[in-house]
């Protein structure tokens, strides 16, 4: 009797217990079993690198060399405070700095957590043969971006940042990931897909203290496309060094066919700041704030996004749209007292006591106001907007990099729409010679200047000569103009540089000729902009210069002396290459 | 004479012993291999020694070891104040007596005393309508209070925990009635707040990460969470053997001894757990079986107390792997590495089919 109730409440136990087991085994089963995956596989990521960069004879730009790190582990690690103690003096970093990056980048147990980043070569190989008598130490070995030529070429480059949240959601299904680095501006940014590459990873199973125990699969990272930049990467270097600090703008391309051979904006930028704020150290990453939050606007790129009056150089479009238009011819002369009348106020010429008759050679040599606004105003408003467009004003130039900015032709329906005013005759004055309401990048001016250089095509400024291996070949835009207005044109920009009282005189070489037109824009508060633009040889041209001073003054002064110094390198090298 | 005697060999339980100890032999293989040599071997030698004792134990007549009694119980005494004063410590408790190489558990034994001083106390004295606090009672819970007592201080609490159902069930079958013995039991546990204080740290430790294991994942929660994945994750059909990634990685420790269960759990799955979980109900289906088929009360009360020791053991070895009891740190009988225990588990087995054979006489 007693015995068969024990023998129940054992055996009632025992149901209890295979009942149990069917509940943790069957029902939560998998579970625990994904519970027991997560312990026993971890995936190691395998960074890719950056697609290199090259300028145009093959020098790196861009470049990915290998880093080294120092890590912590903490789960292997018993006392990270003595592991610090113990390292800290083969790293010359203090004790509280390297226990303070722990803590910021500390994530889970099993996460190596980077402490100092980018060791010299032999402080990491020093370091690493400790790594068997101090556990949890690791040297890792990531792929890290870097700029051979700095600052010169930072508006061209862009530089890297961390992924940001909303990046992360858009962009979840091609695999961005939180600790990936983009590009922000430049060919960073804009061919970021091509070059990030495919990282890869490594399925590991580990033991319980984190250790591999077997490699399960890996997929090998897939460094990033190459790129090959139209770019002169010592060119660029020269006119960042004539421009040094000076606030501006400069291009150099080739009309023919767009290919850019040096763009510079300054100030400019060093994007190896922002890799090594990324990689935690600590000065760097105030100037990068600094540089973020600078009044002058480090990281506006001005060639591109910078948008100004173009002024006298608008001249040309002016004197193309009234030759082609046949409201002058190369006889036409205007008589330039030093100012125009209309609309009872009086429009001035730069030259106050006038330059007298003027022909569209002379008017151009001088830059003479006078004769533009009558050549402007023989042609009317519609022409010059018409024309403007034509020559790419208004409108992108196609350059393969990010932020450009529109710059904007006036019309008479614009400035209804905008001031909901009509159209006065002195605004067409304006118009005609690059002021006003007009607004235009350096890259666009480059372009227009272009057009006219190589006999009337409109070419497209870009960047990238080479991508995945494939020459790129880039159409130009015939505008059909007529022979004799670019013939025209072009003697009257010859005489701005070869005639002793053209405007761009000061940029004449000795034993070559070449043409130009400068301008000083009134800018709406401060001292004028200065450009000077030119391009030689005259008839065939392969270089063209544009310089840009943001409120630098007279364009014949300044603008015009760095134009030669940029020429004359060019011209110099290039005997040297024959 | 013979011819009758053998038939009344349980074979069955016998077997199942041997089948259990086998299925042991593989999963402490499973979770040992990787750790160091010789673990099985060190069992193999054990069990041997064991059988060896156990059919001396067989050959004599269960009785003789009644009459001894009192003397043993005398001698476990003394060994367990010696265990106190003179005792090994190991992971932080006082349980060993070394001889040389060889050390035992004078715990373990203990537990097996008290079910013979038990059964030679009560067998000569027939429960007859005894009132709620008779003297036999009083007695009872004497002399497994002191043995007790010694064996907290050790401490070994799920040794000492198991001598409670060992002397209830004896208590019960002797023929104490169920409500005294609830009564008893209930003033027990009412009384618990005062052996709370008793305890040792980690014990409490223990029984808080029981309530809630992720209090402290890294520390006492680990091997409660680790022993639930690994015996959830095994599914139906379970890993393979060999194939637990929970154990083989290492990620559970104590597998060899106190957590062998969860390797089962994980390389078997559900249904070899479930077959382990058979076998052993064989095993005290067949004990009970002798227990019933013996005339004499101390048969009975000898098989029921031993029967007791092995089905709690497996019981709460079982739960505590599954999380749904306190780690108490029980073996599994005969599967977890340690020789004391299985020299225990194989004597008392030895024992049951003793009395398995003497009941024709009678």
Redesign the interface.
């Known amino acids: 009797m007693?015995?068969k109730?024990?023998?129940r409440i054992?055996?009632g136990?025992?149901v209890l217990?295979?009942l149990?087991?069917?509940r943790?085994?069957?029902i939560?089963?998998?579970?625990?079993?994904q519970?027991?995956?997560n312990?026993?596989i971890k995936f190691v990521n395998l960074a890719a690198g950056r697609g290199i960069i090259y300028d145009r004879f093959g020098k790196v730009l861009a470049n990915t060399r290998s880093c080294f790190n120092l890590a912590i582990i903490p789960q292997q690690t018993k006392d990270v405070q003595k592991l610090i103690e113990q390292i800290s003096p083969h790293l010359g970093l203090s004790q509280d700095e390297l226990l303070a990056n722990f803590k910021r980048n500390l994530l889970a147990p099993f996460i190596p957590v980077v402490i100092a980043q980018d060791l010299p070569k032999e402080k990491a190989i020093l370091l690493e043969c400790k790594e068997a008598e101090i556990p949890g130490l690791l040297i890792q070995v990531v792929p890290l971006r870097d700029y051979p030529y700095a600052q010169s070429l930072g508006h061209i480059l862009g530089y890297l940042g961390r992924t940001r949240e909303k990046e992360l959601t858009q962009s979840k299904d091609y695999g961005l990931r939180r600790q990936d680095l983009v590009g922000r501006s430049g060919m960073e940014e804009t061919f970021d897909d091509y070059l990030r590459g495919e990282p890869g990873g490594m399925q590991v199973?580990?033991?319980?203290?984190g250790y591999q125990?077997k490699l399960l699969g890996s997929k090998q990272p897939q460094s990033g496309g190459e790129l090959v930049l139209t770019i002169w990467a010592e060119l660029q270097e020269l006119v960042d060094d004539l421009l040094a600090e000076e606030i501006g703008a400069c291009i150099v391309l080739n009309p023919q066919n767009g290919e850019v051979l040096s763009l510079v904006s300054k100030p400019s930028f060093d994007p190896n700041l922002f890799i090594a704020a990324l990689n935690g150290k600590q000065p760097e990453s105030r100037r990068v704030q600094r540089l973020l939050n600078s009044q002058e606007a480090v990281l506006l790129n001005r060639a591109i996004s910078g948008m100004y009056p173009p002024g006298s150089i608008f001249k040309i479009v002016t004197a193309c749209a009234a030759l082609e238009n046949e409201k002058i011819t190369t006889k036409t002369s205007f008589f330039c007292p030093g100012s125009l009348r209309l609309g009872g106020r009086d429009f001035l010429c730069w030259k106050l006591d006038g330059h007298g008759n003027e022909d569209i050679f002379s008017g151009i040599r001088h830059s003479c106001n006078v004769f533009f606004y009558n050549s402007g105003l023989a042609l009317g408003a519609d022409k010059l907007t018409l024309y403007a467009h034509k020559f790419g004003f208004g409108s992108f130039t196609g350059i393969e990099l990010p932020y450009q900015a529109q710059g904007l032709v006036p019309s008479k329906a614009w400035k209804l729409k905008t001031y909901r005013e009509k159209w006065y005759d002195g605004e067409t004055a304006n118009f005609s010679i690059g002021q006003g309401y007009l607004l235009a990048t350096p890259l666009q001016v480059a372009r227009m200047v272009s057009a006219v250089a190589n006999g009337g095509n409109l070419i497209q400024p870009h960047l990238v000569k080479k991508i995945a291996q494939q020459e790129l070949v880039v159409s130009r835009k015939d505008l059909g103009l007529k022979k004799e207005t670019i013939k025209a044109i072009k003697t009257g920009m010859r005489q701005v540089i070869q005639t002793s009282d053209g405007t761009g005189h000061k940029a004449s070489i000795a034993s070559i000729e070449w043409a130009g037109k400068t301008a000083t824009a009134q800018a709406a508060s401060g001292v004028a902009h200065g450009w000077f633009v030119g391009f030689y040889p005259v008839e065939q041209p392969e270089v063209l210069v544009l310089v840009f001073l943001e409120h630098g003054g007279s364009g014949g002064e300044a603008p015009a002396r760095i134009a030669k110094s940029i020429m004359q390198y060019v011209i110099e090298q290039h005997r040297g290459e024959r | 004479m013979i011819r009758s005697r053998l038939k009344n060999f349980d074979v069955i339980l016998f077997l199942v012993t041997i089948l259990i100890f086998t299925i042991g032999l593989a999963f402490l293989y499973s979770a040992t291999y990787q750790l160091a040599q010789g673990f099985l071997l060190r069992q193999l030698l054990r069990f041997a020694f064991g059988v060896l004792i156990g059919i001396v134990i067989f050959k004599i007549d269960y009785q003789k070891w009644l009459e001894l009694a009192y003397p043993l119980y005398g001698l476990n005494l003394v060994i367990l104040v010696l265990v106190l004063i003179l005792g090994e410590h190991r992971m932080g408790a006082q349980r060993w007596i070394s001889w040389g190489n060889i050390g035992f558990q004078p715990a373990e034994f203990s537990k097996l005393v008290i079910i013979l001083v038990l059964t030679r106390y009560l067998g000569e004295r027939p429960a007859q309508g005894r009132g709620l606090l008779s003297k036999e009672l009083l007695l009872c819970f004497l002399l497994t209070g002191i043995p007790f007592i010694l064996i907290v201080q050790q401490p070994d609490l799920g040794t000492a925990l198991t001598l409670i159902p060992i002397l209830f069930?004896v208590l019960?079958?002797w023929?104490a009635s169920?409500k005294t013995l609830l009564l008893i039991l209930g003033t027990g546990i009412f009384a618990s707040p005062i052996f709370w204080h008793l305890l040792k740290d980690y014990q409490k430790r223990r029984i808080l990460v029981f309530i809630n294991p992720n209090m402290d994942p890294l520390g006492a929660g680990y091997t409660i969470i680790?022993s639930?994945?690994?015996?959830?994750?095994?599914?139906?059909l379970g890993k393979g053997w060999l194939s637990g990634?929970?154990s083989q990685?290492?990620?559970l420790p104590e597998r060899h001894t106190d957590f062998i269960f969860s390797v089962v759990?994980?390389e078997w799955?559900?249904l070899g757990?479930?077959l382990l979980?058979l076998l052993?109900?064989i095993l005290?289906?067949r004990a009970?079986a002798i227990?019933?088929a013996t005339s004499s009360l101390s048969g009975?009360l000898l098989a029921?107390g031993i029967?007791?020791l092995i089905?709690f053991q497996v019981?709460v070895n079982?739960?505590m792997t599954?999380g749904?009891m306190p780690v108490v740190g029980l073996p599994l009988p005969l599967i977890s590495h340690g020789g004391s225990a299985l020299l225990t588990f194989l004597v008392a087995l030895a024992m049951l089919l003793n009395i398995g054979m003497n009941r024709s006489i009678l």
């Open positions: 007693h015995l109730f024990l023998r054992i055996f136990c025992f217990l295979a149990s087991l069917l943790l085994q069957i939560q089963g998998p579970y625990f079993l519970l027991s995956q312990n026993r199973e580990v033991n319980s203290r125990v | 069930a019960y079958i023929g169920l680790q639930k994945i690994a015996i959830g994750s095994g599914g139906l990634t929970q990685l290492n990620f759990g994980e799955g559900f757990a479930l979980l052993y109900g005290i289906w009970f227990a019933q009975r029921a029967i007791v089905a019981i079982i739960a599954m749904v």
